[in-house]
């Protein structure tokens, strides 16, 4: 069984930061890319950032480039997604993602976490 469990949200207020954590249980992801999607209250889930198994590789959308970084851990089964100068139209659910490359910087795998709330006020 395979389980993602995200963690670190939280209230920010604009222009502060946040890192959010998902770490994955139940099978060896070392060869997976790792993925954030986000969901804001009545519209579609969208890409936020990708990285490749070797970390060698991320791909951000356009409205997050500059302010968001994603990692991985040396243990490559943790991911994280350090958010900084955030504002208000970051508020959303975050969600963690593993999978293939084509996958998780697209329509996300099969493979999900449970969401984790970061709320940014103005």
């Known amino acids: 069984q395979v389980q993602l469990v995200e963690s670190g949200g939280g209230l920010v207020q604009a222009g502060g930061s946040l890192r959010l954590s998902c770490a994955a249980f139940?099978?060896?992801?070392?060869?997976?890319?790792m993925g954030w999607f986000r969901q804001a209250p009545g519209k579609e889930r969208e890409f936020v950032a990708a990285?490749?198994?070797?970390?060698?590789?991320?791909y951000y959308v356009d409205s997050v480039k500059g302010r968001f970084t994603i990692s991985r851990g040396n243990a490559k089964n943790t991911a994280y997604l350090q958010m900084s100068s955030l504002k208000p139209e970051d508020t959303a659910i975050y969600y963690c993602n593993a999978g293939s490359w084509a996958r998780v910087t697209t329509t996300g795998s099969d493979y999900w976490g449970q969401g984790t709330q970061v709320t940014v006020s103005s």
């Open positions: 139940g099978r060896t992801f070392s060869s997976y890319a």
């Open positions: 990285i490749s198994w070797s970390g060698a590789t991320t």
